[in-house]
């Protein structure tokens, strides 16, 4: 699978706190911090880490929602290769075109004041692509793709259940044929039964429209149902990222562990043993020394976790931690029930016992 997205070193710093004589801030929360890794073109990329991580940072970085500090994003498709880091802002709007968002929040994020098809077919008014009967046949298609129907396109937003609302954003997102989506909590607010739903739409759209998504997610279910890899996020960084299978069944980060260890168990006898991480999330504005993860690491050693800054490195064939004893470290994953049973809402059998046989393989060929 060829790179769709190259991120590099890219920051985010808020200025927070009291000013200089000067005027200049003198601390900076880092909500984003270094962070290297790449989208594969056609994949769905997990990002999880607990609140305050930066996937939102992160996300809307990448599609300069949010200015980065610095560091460059490279966006690859067929015919050239650019830094939307380094774009102008006239350049940036254009480029928009192939990257777009969905949002946690359909109640907020759609304009209350506008008609359904007003509302997807806005960016191609404003960018002057389409007219007339032109722009109504486009906003059709992208309407019944999404699940609507033709005579909900003259109605406003408040007539509409959450779902129905995430389908309206998503076809504002796909108006544009974007190559490219955030897609950041876009289940979160939805009843459980409307998530599997919206996840399948994402799903079948993907396979459809040839779309690269970054899935930004709490629910780790969801997460292992939707994404062939994840990304794991802890205080700006990331620390661990891998195909989903080894992200939950074979963590190799002492943070990854205790995160997998808190899906819920289907039963007491399958339960593993919760991992509760020690301490407070430290503050983004003044992150601990070393590995930011040390003061939490039940695995910490006294010496270099205190006072190097781990790497975020391919430690194993396509599997990328920042952990200086990734190597030696023996980590419990989640448990193949656990998975399936918190799966169940999703769906989709056969994309968990895919997943629970893949993982046999996995710890398999590690035992050899
Ligand atoms: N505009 C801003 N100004 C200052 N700090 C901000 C701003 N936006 C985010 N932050 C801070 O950046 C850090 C990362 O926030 P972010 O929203 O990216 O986290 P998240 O992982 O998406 O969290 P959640 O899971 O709760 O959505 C947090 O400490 C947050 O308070
Ligand atoms: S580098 Fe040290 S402190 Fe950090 S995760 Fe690894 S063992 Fe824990
Ligand atoms: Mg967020």
Same mark, same amino acid.
Do not use: I, Y
């Given at each position: 699978m060829s790179t769709l997205i190259e991120v590099k070193d890219l920051k985010r710093y808020f200025p927070v706190g009291r000013v200089n004589l000067f005027g200049r801030h003198m601390s900076f929360l880092r909500a984003v911090d270094g962070v290297n890794f790449e989208i594969r073109k056609g994949e769905n990329l997990g990002l999880v880490g607990e609140s305050? %991580?930066?996937k939102t940072t992160l996300g809307r970085t990448i599609i300069r929602l949010i200015e980065?500090?610095?560091g460059s994003i490279i966006f690859k498709n067929e015919n050239e290769t650019i830094d939307i880091a380094a774009l102008k802002p006239g350049e940036l709007r254009r480029q928009w075109r192939h990257m777009q968002m969905i949002f946690q929040d359909p109640y907020a994020s759609l304009n209350p004041?506008?008609?359904v098809k007003e509302i997807i077919g806005e960016s191609l008014i404003a960018n002057h692509l389409a007219s007339g009967d032109e722009l109504n046949e486009q906003v059709k298609d992208i309407a019944l793709l999404c699940g609507l129907k033709i005579r909900q396109l003259s109605r406003y937003p408040h007539a509409f259940s959450g779902g129905q609302r995430q389908r309206i954003a998503i076809a504002r997102a796909l108006i544009m044929h974007p190559e490219f989506i955030v897609c950041d909590e876009p289940? %979160?607010?939805?009843?459980v039964s409307i998530q599997a739903q919206i996840l399948n739409l994402?799903?079948?759209?993907?396979?459809e429209l040839n779309l690269t998504y970054l899935f930004i997610a709490h629910d780790l279910s969801a997460v292992a149902y939707a994404c062939e890899r994840v990304g794991v996020m802890y205080l700006g960084r990331l620390v661990e990222m891998s195909v989903t299978e080894e992200i939950y069944y074979t963590p190799k980060h002492p943070y990854t562990e205790a995160l997998m260890s808190s899906i819920p168990p289907?039963?007491?006898e399958?339960?593993?043993q919760k991992l509760f991480i020690k301490g407070e999330q430290p503050s983004p504005v003044n992150p601990p020394s070393g590995c930011t993860f040390h003061p939490r690491c039940k695995y910490a050693d006294d010496g270099r976790c205190r006072t190097?800054?781990?790497e975020f490195r391919e430690a194993f064939p396509g599997h990328f931690i920042s952990c200086h004893h990734a190597e030696n470290l023996d980590l419990q994953g989640a448990l193949k029930q656990e998975i399936a049973i918190a799966s169940n809402g999703m769906a989709n059998k056969g994309r968990i016992d895919d997943l629970n046989k893949r993982r046999g393989k996995i710890i398999s060929s590690q035992k050899k």
């Open positions: 305050g %991580s930066g980065p500090t610095s004041r506008m008609t289940v %979160s607010a939805l009843d994402l799903k079948d759209l993907q396979q289907d039963s007491p399958l339960s593993m190097e800054v781990p």
